[in-house]
């Protein structure tokens, strides 16, 4: 499998990345689509909801 490369790596959140974050995290979407949706990694959207104290929906 071919490793994703993020442009945007180590990158400051900006206002309007951490408000979609929370909007997209409140619709219940999941990791994977928010990051995608952001341009960030998955690790990096993780890392950021829990230090917002947002909870991310699991895959089903």
């Known amino acids: 499998m071919a490793e994703q490369r993020f442009e945007r790596h180590k990158q400051p959140w900006t206002g309007d990345e951490v408000q979609k974050l929370h909007n997209l995290a409140k619709k219940g979407m999941a990791l994977k689509a ?13 890392v950021r909801a829990k230090a917002d104290g947002l909870t991310i929906a699991k895959l089903r």
Do not use: F
Not at 34 to 46: D, G, Q
């Open 34 to 46: 928010i990051a995608k949706a952001l341009t960030r990694s998955e690790e990096s959207v993780k």
